[in-house]
C-alpha cells in the first residue's frame, strides 16, 4: 500500500498544475490560428472538446484580431469551425460548459487528458496532435 501511495506522490509532482496546463493549451491554440494551414484540415476530436479548449484560449486572451483586440469567443469558435468544416455550435458556450462539467472515469474533461498526456510525455503538443491533415 505504501509503494502506491509513493507512486501517486511522485505522479502528482511530475504533473503539470491546471493552470499551467491551460496556458500551455492557449498557446497550442494560438499557434494553430496564427500559422498558416491547409485547407484540407480536420479535426480528430469531439466537437465538445474543442469548444473546450478554444474556451480555455478565449479566457487566457491568446487570440487577438489586427489591432490587438482580443478577439470573442463566438469568433474564435467560427474560425476554427471554418478551418476544421465543422457546423457552429447554436451554443458553443453550453458546449464548452457541458464538457468542463464532465465526471467519470471514462471521459474527463479535456484539460484532465490534456495534463495527463503532458505529464507522460511533457515535450509533446497534445492538442496540435488532433489536428489531421
Not at 509503494?3 to 496556458?23: F, G, L, P, S, Y
Not at 494551414?37 to 487566457?60: H, I, R
Not at 472515469?105 to 510525455?121: A, D, H, N
Request: with cysteine; net charge positive.
Amino acid at each position: 500500500m505504501k509503494d502506491i501511495e509513493k507512486t501517486n506522490i511522485i505522479i502528482a509532482e511530475t504533473m503539470m498544475t491546471e493552470r499551467e496546463c491551460e496556458k500551455r493549451l492557449a498557446t497550442e491554440v494560438g499557434q494553430l490560428f496564427t500559422h498558416p494551414q491547409p485547407d484540407n484540415l480536420q479535426w480528430q476530436g469531439t466537437k465538445v472538446d474543442l469548444m473546450e479548449a478554444l474556451y480555455v484560449a478565449y479566457v487566457y486572451g491568446t487570440l487577438c484580431d489586427e489591432q490587438g483586440i482580443p478577439l470573442t469567443y463566438r469568433n474564435i469558435v467560427e474560425r476554427a469551425c471554418n478551418m476544421f468544416h465543422l457546423s457552429i455550435p447554436r451554443n458553443p458556450y453550453q458546449k464548452a460548459h457541458l464538457g468542463q462539467q464532465r465526471m467519470g472515469v471514462r471521459r474527463p474533461p479535456f484539460i484532465v487528458r490534456y495534463q495527463r498526456q503532458l505529464s507522460i510525455q511533457p515535450q509533446s503538443q497534445p492538442f496540435l496532435q488532433l489536428v489531421g491533415h
